[in-house]
């Protein structure tokens, strides 16, 4: 199984920073990566797929790239409704997996 | 608005089987995929299965291989997962979730459920 390694594991910021997070393939998946928010007793929303694409209603602060193994998310200017736990995935091969969460935190 | 609505959950004591389901509205059920993902407590997700839009594809996680089984009913709109030989590592929320894609999915999950907790224990 393909797996995904995300860091940090969390992270500290403040209202209106500009927060980055990797997720790292053990192979290459092309571009069949999407990144998923997650608040707290909550089911997991779509941001990004396909690597670099915004979810319809999305933000437009969120954005995405990579391909191959290295991806990224970004949060050009945090708001207090973004800290949750993130996670990649990738859907290039069975099994889907994702990474183990960044949980983002107020600083 | 796309709705998901599981159902099913509770407490199971190893060994013992449990049924899931995922009342689906608002699209058109019977042109998607459709997965379950679960999530232990305090931890992340894990891919559980996935059935295409008309049950004839089906795919497993290697933890769930035998003893799950997914199947949906599109006259009624729902999905299910019939869980059998359930352990204490099978406690978890159970997210049913649409896929973006018809006919076999892509894996890329656009809606989700709220979730099912399901309690494997003596």
């Keep these: 199984a393909i797996q995904l390694t995300q860091f940090p594991s969390s ?13 790292r393939a053990s192979q290459g998946i092309s571009s069949a990566l999407a990144w998923y928010q997650q608040k707290p007793g909550k089911a997991p929303k779509l ?16 954005s995405g790239s990579g ?10 200017s945090l708001q207090p409704e973004d800290f949750a736990t993130y996670y990649c995935q990738q859907f290039n091969n069975y099994p889907y997996t994702f990474g183990q969460g960044t949980k983002l935190e107020i600083k | 608005e796309v709705q998901l609505l599981e159902s099913g959950g509770g407490l199971v004591q190893p060994g013992g089987s449990l049924r899931l389901s995922c009342a689906a509205s608002g699209f058109t059920f019977s042109s998607y995929a459709m997965s379950w993902v679960r999530q232990a407590p305090g931890k992340g997700l894990v891919w559980v299965s996935i059935i295409s839009n008309r049950g004839g594809i089906t795919f497993y996680a290697d933890s769930v291989k035998g003893r799950f089984t997914i199947s949906r009913d599109n006259s009624k709109n729902t999905l299910y997962l019939q869980m059998n030989s359930l ?36």
């Design chain 1, 11 to 23: 992270l500290s910021a403040s209202v209106g920073d500009r927060v980055t997070i990797t997720c």
């Design chain 1, 47 to 62: 941001l990004i797929y396909d690597a670099s694409s915004l979810e319809s209603g999305v933000p437009s602060r969120f």
């Design chain 1, 67 to 76: 391909s191959g193994t290295d991806f990224t998310l970004t949060i050009s």
């Design chain 2, 87 to 122: 352990r204490a590592e099978d406690t978890a929320v159970y997210y049913c979730a649409k896929d973006d894609y018809g006919v076999k999915g892509r894996g890329l999950f656009d809606y989700w459920g709220q979730g099912t907790l399901v309690t494997v224990s003596s």
